[in-house]
């Protein structure tokens, strides 16, 4: 008998050796440091965190000196391949660093920005994008 622990735990390391392997592809640093695969690009830093089913957008951030010239948006469209790649659906938490410490975007504006990079809300708090490949097979089925 397979054991669940194990099965998920390939699975994982599966997801984060070919994640790191398409964001290399893409130009982008990563370091697999389980339980996160760390990517990092021009003036961008990205954390993700793998599970079967999804992908956990921990962290998106770009340097203070160049915010606003298209870097976050850069990483995102990684982080956004990688899912399509894998086909897992990324969930998020959309929190703006300005309300917490003055920097980045306001919420409103942040969450904008998620949206339209094709995120939609699941809940008060969560965000959510699911692969396309996703979205055709369930309008197929219909």
């Known amino acids: 008998m397979e054991n669940p622990r ?27 440091n389980t339980p996160f695969l760390k990517l990092r690009g021009r003036s961008s830093f990205a954390s993700l ?17 160049d915010r606003h010239k298209r870097y976050g948006s850069a990483m995102l469209d990684d982080v956004i391949a990688i899912g399509e790649a894998l086909d897992l659906r990324i969930d998020l938490i959309a929190e703006s660093a300005a309300e917490r410490d003055g920097r980045g975007l306001i919420q409103s504006k942040l969450e904008g920005w998620y949206r339209r990079h094709a995120f939609v809300g699941a809940d008060d708090v969560l965000m959510r994008r699911v692969p396309t490949g996703a979205v055709r097979r369930s309008t197929q089925r219909q």
Do not use: C, D, K, Q
């Open 49 to 65: 965190t793998f599970h079967p089913s999804h992908i956990v957008l921990e962290a998106l951030e770009v340097e203070p000196r």
């Open 6 to 32: 194990t099965n998920y735990a390939s699975t994982i390391a599966a997801y984060m050796a070919r994640a790191a392997a398409i964001a290399r592809a893409r130009g982008l640093n990563a370091e697999i």
